[in-house]
């Protein structure tokens, strides 16, 4: 059958992974927004060229998101969490090593507990279904 008009079930966990996959998405645009220092270093005046970027790629994986539950695309979300682990790999790191966390136990804590593990166990899950509807 084909995978793209195959229906996924969304168990009830999964969509507590899905709401803690997307909600940064849009909730760092908005810190981005609210405060222009966040990316753009020390002029608070104008909103710099780096929120303005991280917003559009955030927005746009936040509704890709969307539509991929609407959908109920077992690909379309294993490729998003894909992505947004891959994102997250690269971006927990990189506030470690400049230094950009408060308490840094706690950074590798929510990484590792926030976006790792659930999203190691949503893509699990999909790529089962995935494999038994082939």
Same mark, same amino acid.
Request: charged share 10%; aromatic share 16%.
């Given at each position: 059958?084909?995978?793209?008009?195959?229906?996924l079930h969304i168990p009830w966990w999964l969509y507590i992974i899905l709401f803690m996959e997307i909600?940064?998405?849009?909730?760092?645009?908005?810190?981005?927004?609210?405060?222009?220092?966040?990316?753009?270093?020390?002029?608070?005046?104008?909103?710099?060229?780096?929120?303005?970027?991280?917003?559009?790629?955030?927005?746009?994986?936040? @509704? =890709? $998101?969307?539509? !991929?539950?609407?959908?109920?695309?077992?690909?379309? #979300? /294993?490729? %998003?969490?894909?992505?947004?682990?891959?994102?997250?790999?690269?971006?927990?790191?990189?506030? @470690? =090593? $400049?230094?950009? !966390?408060?308490?840094?136990?706690?950074?590798?804590? #929510? /990484?590792? %507990?926030?976006?790792?593990?659930?999203?190691?166990?949503?893509m699990t899950y999909l790529w089962k279904q995935m494999s038994r509807n082939e």
């Open positions: 059958m084909n995978q793209l008009s195959q229906k909600w940064p998405m849009f909730f760092g645009p908005y810190l981005a927004l609210t405060n222009p220092t966040f990316l753009g270093g020390p002029e608070a005046s104008t909103l710099a060229v780096g929120s303005l970027i991280y917003l559009a790629r955030n927005f746009a994986v936040g @509704l =890709a $998101f969307f539509i !991929a539950i609407y959908l109920k695309n077992a690909p379309m #979300l /294993f490729i %998003l969490i894909f992505i947004r682990l891959f994102t997250d790999l690269v971006d927990g790191p990189t506030f @470690l =090593a $400049f230094g950009m !966390a408060a308490n840094e136990t706690r950074l590798v804590a #929510l /990484f590792v %507990l926030g976006y790792y593990i659930p999203a190691v166990i949503a």
